[in-house]
């Protein structure tokens, strides 16, 4: 099954590195209109011309806005900005994310707790809610897709607050799928531990090690969650909403 996404247009945070760049490319490959969201626009724009080079029709079919995910002013800019250019939103992929602090949980300080919470909780609401108030799922077939992570499902010694952050987000997704529904389908998926730059500090000193002690015997990639959401946010999954789907190759299995 092709999963298309032809006519749709989508709003990704965090679109410029990692995850984000490969849901965008996704999307866009499936069809959709896309616009990049991220906080350093020298980046996004990098990201965008080399997204145009891959795609046959790229050319008009991607925007970029750089923005704080978690500063009201700049994300309401940007939603602006979409609605303006390509005049509604179909799809809004919540992907932004910090993680400012590894340690203990109770050695967090507070400006570092706020800023996790603020990007990571705070943000996906605050997108949602301009998302919906700028049309998305007006007219329905509305979606939204939180990327989350398996530490929002398991404990761990290091990142509890950034993990904390996340269950906060599954509940979100619940939340606001029963909320927004019908008009607006809102699901989830929570990556295991994938070769991102964010997330290199964890997997780099031992990536033999962690692959050796997952299940399908590697770590994530990017295009495996990029692929997931992917098929959230389009019409194949038109009867799929409150969920969130695990792509950990199978770690949680062994938490």
Known sequence: MEIRLD?????????????????????AASG????????????????KAELEAELPDGAGRLMVVAANAGEE???????????ERFERIDVLVNNAATNPYQG???GIGRSQFDKTVQV???????????????????????????????????????IGVYN????????????????????????AVAP??????????????????LAGHTPLGRLGEPNDLARAVTFLASDAASWITGTTVVVDGGMLLKA
């Open 7 to 27: 006519g749709k247009v989508a709003l990704v945070t965090g679109a410029s590195r990692g995850i984000g760049r490969a849901v965008a490319a996704s999307l």
């Open 32 to 47: 959709a209109d896309v616009v990049l969201s991220s906080r350093k626009l020298d980046a996004l724009q990098a990201t």
């Open 73 to 83: 002013d700049q994300a309401a800019a940007c939603v602006e900005a979409a609605v």
């Open 104 to 106: 203990p949980t109770l």
């Open 120 to 158: 990571n909780w705070y943000g996906p609401l605050l997108w949602s809610r301009l998302a919906v108030e700028a049309g998305l799922g007006r007219d329905g077939g509305g979606a939204i897709v939180n990327v989350a992570s398996i530490g929002g499902l398991s404990a761990e010694p290091t």
């Open 164 to 187: 904390g952050t996340k269950a906060a987000l599954l509940h979100l997704t619940r939340q606001l799928a029963l909320e927004l529904a019908p008009d607006v389908r809102v699901n």
């Open 192 to 209: 295991g531990l994938v070769k991102t730059d964010m997330a290199r500090a964890l997997w780099e000193p031992a990536e033999d090690a």
